[in-house]
């Protein structure tokens, strides 16, 4: 098929998914869907759909999704949450960091939305005892939250599709990212202290009724907490090992989550609300657009052109980590991952380095997200419940002068750190 036309509807849909506020999952399956059925190219046909949906990344978030429901109806999260509440004693400073790094910590490993979720009633709680909007301490929670889920393959949707794309070893990534996240962290920390929550110091006279919480009754069962905590450190050990007995991601995290409904006695369809098919759907929408652009040797031209603009490695990892990280403050990380996966396999072979741009994709798609309210689905969610609750007072560019700071202060560390390393090591 003509490659102006896969260009012009792959750009259409795009723009439509970026606009629309309730229908990008709709559009993206549906647009997915229809190169498909106008067979685009000879591989990308319904028999073949193995070969352009990552069903490695698919059932890697169902089985995930299943187990966080399982420890979520055990009441853990909750118990968590009030636990560091009380301890804050009333000093709100104190705890935005203790609640920022439970947040980023719970991220690694769970998805960030289920995270957010989890801890917005206790935020929402936080704000009216102390008496104040709490959209800028909810934007630190986020931008925290995202941070955390790049830290590992599972913490983010956009790292599971570069984790089985480029099937770098769990242990490695992590390393790899772990000192400009954890430096971009500090930076946040140091933002929000003297910007972002200054005024908010101190919610002491509101103390006694924080202390008064009661943790009786939070854990609703705990036997299962145990048996549900200790399966996801055996699927959380597994994807750590995952490289060395030849073992998908995917299915530590499937098999662990049929265990968990084993030993309940409940079935797929009992936790089925608890999937979020929205971003299922989601996802092979986007895998079947990329896949057209691939497919049609449209992604291999812009290798080849990346190439072209530079033959210096450092130049090549920073275009690969500011592009992507301002197409996704507009387009949302997982769309901008999917649009580079094949791009960034076909300069890696040219590299130094073996993963050092892959890691560039996924710190410029996660950290540029952070800077505007669609770059991340958790961004979107959090954003809307805070104006929902507290009647619609906030606007896209609040947040964005929140979260642009941050991330091009995130996106500058990392390209330090990148060089840094070719430096060193290429």
């Given at each position: ?6 260009v012009?509807y ?6 439509f998914?970026?606009?629309?506020k ?6 993206a ?20 759909i193995?070969?352009f ?25 909750q118990?968590?949450a ?10 709100i ?22 995270t957010?979720?989890?801890?917005m ?10 008496g104040?909007?709490p ?6 929670m ?9 830290m ?18 769990f242990l490695?990534?992590t ?6 996240l ?6 946040l920390?140091l ?7 200054r ?9 006694d009724e924080i202390?008064?919480?009661k943790l009786?009754g939070?854990?609703?069962?705990r036997?299962?907490m ?9 699927v ?31 079935d ?45 490695p450092?130049?090549?990892s ?5 592009v992507?990280?301002m197409i996704?403050m ?14 960034v ?56 002068k929140i979260g ?6 995130s ?9 840094i ?6």
């Open positions: 098929m003509d490659r102006i036309f896969i012009v792959f750009i259409l849909t795009f723009i998914i970026v606009l629309s309730r229908r990008r999952v709709l559009i399956f549906t647009a997915g869907m229809m190169l498909v059925a106008l067979k685009v190219s000879e591989s990308m046909r319904i028999e073949t193995s070969q949906v990552d069903f490695n990344a698919i059932f890697l978030l169902i089985g995930m999704m299943v187990i966080v429901a399982v420890i979520k109806s055990t009441g853990f999260f118990y968590v009030v636990r560091t509440l009380k301890a804050t004693k009333g000093n400073l104190l705890l935005s960091v203790l609640f920022s790094a439970l947040i980023a910590a719970f991220s690694m490993v769970l998805d960030n939305v289920t957010m979720i989890m801890f009633p206790i935020i929402f709680f936080v704000a009216d005892t102390a104040f909007n959209f800028g301490f909810t934007a630190v986020i931008l925290a939250s995202n941070i955390g889920g790049c590992t393959l599972v913490g983010d949707p956009p790292n599971i599709i570069i984790g089985n794309a480029s099937k770098i070893p490695t990534f390393s790899l990212v772990f000192i400009p954890v430096l971009t962290y500090i930076v920390m933002i929000s202290r003297f910007k972002i929550l005024g908010l110091s101190s919610i002491s006279d509101k103390k202390q008064g919480l009786d939070v854990i609703t069962n036997k299962l145990y048996v549900s905590l200790g399966t996801l450190i055996v959380v050990i597994g994807f750590a090992v995952h490289s060395i007995v030849d073992i998908e991601m995917s299915l530590f995290a499937v098999l662990g989550a049929a265990f968990l409904l084993l030993y309940t006695g409940k797929f369809e009992s936790v089925a609300n608890e999937v979020d098919w929205n971003a299922i759907l989601f996802f092979i929408g986007l895998f079947s657009l990329a896949y057209s652009l691939e497919s049609t040797g449209i992604t291999s031209e812009l290798s080849d052109l990346a190439l072209g603009l530079s033959s210096n450092a130049v090549l920073m275009l690969i980590l500011w992507s990280g996704a507009v387009t949302g990380a997982i769309p901008v991952v999917t649009i580079f996966i094949p791009i396999a076909e300069l890696s072979v040219h590299y130094p380095l073996q993963y050092d741009l892959w890691i560039a994709l996924a710190l410029g798609a996660n950290l540029g997200g952070n800077g505007t309210v669609t770059g991340h689905l958790a961004n979107v969610m959090c954003f809307e419940m805070v104006n929902k609750e507290y009647g619609n007072t906030h606007s896209f560019l609040d947040f964005m642009f700071p941050s991330s091009v202060i996106l500058a560390i990392s390209s330090l750190f990148l060089i390393r070719l430096v060193i090591f290429g």
